[in-house]
């Protein structure tokens, strides 16, 4: 066993530790892009279901107030609660969505948070709020549903 044979093995274990780590490091960087693209998809997932919420809260209420309809207590306050979550969830999208959400999606999250406040501070009839409150919320779903498309297809 010659210079040249202990040659051979030192080089073919040095490739061979060489293709190991590289392998190990794109199986890495592929397992953490995948895991952040599945938190994407739950991400606008939970803010598309809480925008449903919140639209089909105000649906209701203008069904309700065109029939001239007074809704069971119990009834009402469940769809209370799923908006006011809905609102929770819409809101801190807006703030720490940055981390998952691209920078369109954040700034139409916060515009509609802000429509959202000018309509509570303006509208005192409660058929204009959620009329204006189903038109806001509407858009805010299509323009949500587009950009998560966009964005998840890269």
């Known amino acids: 066993m010659g210079a040249e044979f202990w040659g ?3 080089s073919g274990g040095a490739i061979a530790i060489v293709t190991a780590f590289l392998t190990v490091r794109l199986s890495l960087k592929q397992f953490r892009s995948e895991r952040l693209w599945e938190r994407k998809i739950e991400a606008y997932e939970r803010i598309i ?4 919420n919140s639209k089909s809260y105000s649906l209701r209420c203008l069904a309700r107030l065109d029939s001239g309809i007074v809704a069971s207590t119990g009834a009402d306050e469940k769809a209370r609660e799923r908006v006011s979550q809905a609102v929770d969830e819409i809101a801190k999208a807006a703030n720490v969505g940055g981390f998952l959400l691209t ?7 916060k515009k509609y948070n802000k429509e959202e ?3 509570a501070k303006k509208e ?4 204009r709020y ?3 409150d189903l038109a806001a919320t509407s858009s805010c779903l299509d323009d949500l549903i587009g950009l998560a498309k966009k964005d998840l297809q890269k």
């Open 124 to 127: 005192k009839s409660a058929e």
């Open 8 to 10: 051979d093995i030192v």
């Open 117 to 119: 406040d000018d309509l």
């Open 130 to 132: 959620f009329d204006a």
């Open 103 to 109: 920078k369109e999606a954040v700034d139409r999250l």
């Open 49 to 52: 279901e809480a925008l449903h």
